[in-house]
């Protein structure tokens, strides 16, 4: 069908696109009626998923969650693990700005499929760049910013994975990023680097 060569050429490097830019991009040539029953045709024959309601995706990957809820960084263990600083896989941790109900939720109607999902006010919003992991470019939070998250968010790691992060982080950088924060996130957080970092410090 032409019109399925159409969605495919135009969204399918897209991490994630809406139903509103499908209905933005055929306008009036496909009344609502039609473009739904086309989206039903493509998700039962697996040429479009549905990541979550109005989200959809042309790759059955969890990778994609985070771009649902923008603006979003990927953060945490999954942090660590686009930046290679260990070698857990873990789910899609995703930080945003959006007001959340839950902190897991499912991905593609599919128990086997999920994400973290945590608020994050506007304020902190910062410390990420992108990263390239699996194929594709991410914002991924910086070792420093990851560890003052694991503080602000109240998740901990094994010791040992400290060890990992900590020999990551920047001093300075991280003395520059808790600077917008409160002592106790501020101090909690200087006392794991001091604790488990153990390479010499690089300052700029």
């Not at 499929?113 to 919003?125: D, G, Q, R, S, T």
């Not at 410390?127 to 503080?151: A, H």
Request: with cysteine.
């Amino acid at each position: 069908m032409l019109a399925i060569n159409e969605i495919t050429e135009r969204f399918s490097t897209y991490n994630a696109f809406t139903h509103k830019d499908l209905r933005r991009y055929f306008g009036s040539r496909m009344t609502d009626g039609t473009l739904r029953n086309l989206i039903s045709y493509m998700r039962a024959r697996k040429r479009l998923y549905i990541i979550r309601k109005g989200y959809y995706t042309f790759k059955k990957d969890g990778i994609c969650a985070g771009f649902t809820y923008e603006p979003f960084y990927y953060g945490l263990g999954f942090a660590m693990t686009c930046m290679e600083i260990w070698d857990q896989l873990v789910p899609p941790c995703v930080l945003t700005t959006r007001t959340v109900k839950t902190n897991n939720v499912r991905l593609f109607g599919d128990k086997d499929f999920w994400a973290e999902l945590h608020h994050i006010p506007m304020k902190y919003f910062f410390g990420y760049s992108t990263v390239l992991y699996d194929g594709r470019q991410l914002p991924v939070s910086d070792p420093e910013k990851t560890l003052i998250d694991f503080v602000y968010l109240r998740k901990r790691l094994a010791a040992d994975d400290y060890t990992l992060l900590c020999k990551s982080i920047k001093r300075k950088r991280l003395t520059r990023y808790l600077s917008k924060y409160d002592s106790h996130t501020t101090k909690a957080a200087m006392n794991i680097y001091s604790r488990y970092s153990k390479t010499e410090e690089s300052h700029y």
